[in-house]
């Protein structure tokens, strides 16, 4: 079982419209959680960090969070063109371990 | 959030060859960094965590004398790939993370390296 897992998509969303992104996790001592974007041959950039259950406001951007449930998502309300990018879910596992894993991205194409 | 540069952003060479990749905190001083490898199409999967100061703890698969990892400084983390050959070539990211935001990792922009 892989320790984060994303739907790989594609996941297709008209502009304007809500994109919703999806992440569990499986081990249970997970601490801290980060969405990153990474655009086409660049880097992942920070989106947002969330450490406690529910919801977590940045602008267009929310981040939820149900620990009982080993659930992370994210929501992008108004979605934008430049929107259009893979969406990496990451875990921090358990004290003391500073490694992030990284689910495999879902990818996601905003429609003008 | 904290700024993370890498050098060189691209690098061809010859197999056989080595190269070193740089990759620094600019406004920050980083404990702690961490070497990702991505093949196309592939998410990233992580190489060794960098300690200033100490050996650095190697993933599991990971050649620790391909990969020499050098963090001689809290602003600066080497990445050299010895002997390169053309699987080695791939997308190669650093990230750094910030004290002062715990378990924040942010990442440099990356060297595509690509062995001839």
């Known amino acids: 079982q892989k320790e984060v897992e994303q739907n790989s998509g594609p996941l297709s969303v008209p502009e304007g419209a809500i994109a919703s992104l999806n992440c569990t996790y499986s081990d249970r001592v997970s601490q801290s959680f980060f969405w990153y974007r990474q655009y086409s041959g660049k880097s992942p950039e920070l989106i947002m960090s969330i450490y406690s259950n529910g919801d977590k406001e940045d602008g267009r951007f929310t981040a939820q969070l149900n620990k009982a449930s080993q659930y992370v998502s994210l929501l992008i309300r108004d979605s934008q063109p430049s929107d259009s990018a893979t969406y990496l879910c990451?875990?921090?596992?358990?004290?003391?371990?500073?490694?992030?894993?990284f689910g495999t991205g879902t990818r996601l194409t905003i429609i003008p | 959030g904290a700024v993370v540069s890498q050098h060189p952003s691209w690098v061809i060479c010859k197999s056989g060859t080595s190269v070193k990749i740089e990759c620094r905190s600019l406004?920050?001083?980083?404990?702690?960094m961490f070497w990702y490898r991505q093949f196309p199409k592939q998410s990233l999967m992580l190489m060794a965590t960098?300690?200033?100061?100490?050996?650095?703890?190697?993933e599991q698969g990971v050649e620790k004398d391909k990969f020499l990892i050098n963090h001689a400084s809290l602003t600066l983390s080497t990445l050299t790939v010895t002997s390169a050959h053309p699987e080695d070539s791939s997308f190669y990211i650093c990230s750094a993370r910030d004290p002062q935001y715990t378990d924040t990792q942010y990442f440099g922009p990356g060297t595509r390296l690509t062995v001839l």
């Open positions: 990451a875990v921090k596992t358990g004290f003391g371990n500073e490694k992030l894993t």
């Open positions: 406004d920050f001083q980083a404990t702690t």
């Open positions: 960098s300690n200033e100061g100490s050996k650095a703890t190697y």
